[in-house]
T-cell receptor, first 115, second 112 residues
């Protein structure tokens, strides 16, 4: 069965510092991995995805994520956090074969960036 | 349209009432998904359409939940005889085949 784990309910970081939001996954076959961000009273916004190729994926708003197959992880990173990055972040996985495209989401991690 | 549009944004229903939630996907998007997001949780898959065909309804929690997309564009999620446990945000998403999904703002359903 496919699953995603986000081990931290909340991550706190000071503005200007690097941030990491952790995600590990379990899926049969090659994974398709995604990060979405959710602002209050807004829908999920796509940030980035890993399908194949380079393990370091760059996305919107300066975010990037590193795919690590041996550790089954896909951590979200940003070199310098902004207060406006404060939001709820979701990691999601989709199987690569025999699949309708549905996403399995983690529980979400609240990122709090303090000035 | 510019994005996925869902209506209503908020719905309050009395227990036992039927509700219908609408989703207008991005024009040309073949794939359409419905998700349920309970408070403090990640979205959970309900059902998937490819054009007008409902190819996966494995996530629908009971036979009170029904979804349709008769012309392969607008979709409606219907919940019959609503219960308090149905209170959640219902998210619709659309995509091109094998591409990332774009989500609407959701409909917040509160059953009282």
């Amino acid at each position: 069965a496919q699953s995603v784990a986000q081990p931290e309910d909340q991550v706190n970081v000071a503005e200007g510092n690097p941030l990491t939001v952790k995600c590990t996954y379990s899926v049969s076959g090659n994974p398709y991995l995604f990060w979405y961000v959710q602002y209050p009273n807004r829908g999920l916004q796509f940030l980035l995805k890993y399908i194949t190729g380079d393990n370091l994926v760059k996305g919107s708003y300066g975010f990037e994520a590193e795919f690590n197959k041996s550790q089954t992880s896909f951590h979200l990173k940003k070199p310098s956090a902004l207060v406006s990055d404060s939001a709820l972040y979701f990691c999601a996985v989709r199987g690569s074969s025999g699949n309708t495209g549905k996403l399995i989401f983690g529980q979400g991690t609240t990122l709090q960036v303090k000035p | 349209g510019a994005g996925v549009s869902q209506s209503p944004r908020y719905k309050v229903a009395k227990r036992g009432q039927d509700v219908a939630l609408r989703c207008d996907p991005i024009s040309g998007h073949v794939s359409l998904f419905w998700y349920q997001q309970a408070l403090g949780q990640g979205p959970e898959f309900l059902t998937y359409f490819q054009n007008e065909a409902q190819l996966d309804k494995s996530g629908l929690p009971s036979d009170r939940f029904f979804a349709e997309r008769p012309e392969g564009s607008v979709s409606t999620l219907k919940i019959q005889r609503t219960q308090q446990e149905d209170s959640a945000v219902y998210l619709c998403a659309s995509s091109l085949p094998d591409r990332e999904a774009f989500f609407g703002q959701g409909t917040r359903l509160t059953v009282v």
